[in-house]
């Protein structure tokens, strides 16, 4: 079988987005942001409702990093809700994926003045699971679980 995408018609996104960072000194910074974004309305009667995604409304995210002499680290939250996704497969591979809230986290540290750095990077520290053990963002994406990964950089 073959597929193709078309451009079915024109929409209008509407939505608002807001976002802030700020660097608290030298070494500490933070950052939050949200939008909202409304359903895409057709603009014309010829586009097919059925194949239109529908966004995630809610999408929020916030975090701090910190990057000393010795020590770096990172924590941020990120909270999205349900969205409804479409596929060229057909309307049997449409469907939603649920909300979800997931949290990330570094620490590292930085060796010979900072030309050697090790980190501990987490992704989805708490586990936590809108489907099937674990995170997923879209209904053809795959599951992030608890992942922690060990980093080695040097700069030359």
Do not use: C
Not at 20 to 32: K, M, V
């Amino acid at each position: 079988a073959e597929f193709t995408y078309l451009n079915l018609g024109k929409l209008r996104n509407t939505g608002v987005e807001a976002s802030i960072d700020h660097s608290f000194n030298r070494w500490l910074s933070g950052f939050a942001n949200y939008s909202w974004q409304d359903d895409p309305k057709a603009k014309d009667s010829n586009t097919p409702a059925a194949e239109i995604s529908l966004p995630r409304h809610h999408p929020f995210n916030a975090g701090v990093n910190v990057n000393q002499r010795r020590f770096l680290g990172s924590a941020s939250v990120n909270y999205v809700s349900k969205a409804f996704w479409t596929d060229v497969l057909g309307a049997s591979f449409n469907g939603y994926t649920d909300s979800f809230t997931m949290v990330n986290a570094t620490v590292g540290w930085k060796w010979l003045d900072g030309k050697l750095t090790t980190a501990l990077k987490g992704t989805n520290i708490f586990n936590a699971d809108n489907f099937e053990g674990g995170i997923q963002q879209h209904n053809f994406g795959d599951i992030i679980t608890r992942t922690v990964v060990a980093e080695l950089r040097y700069r030359f």
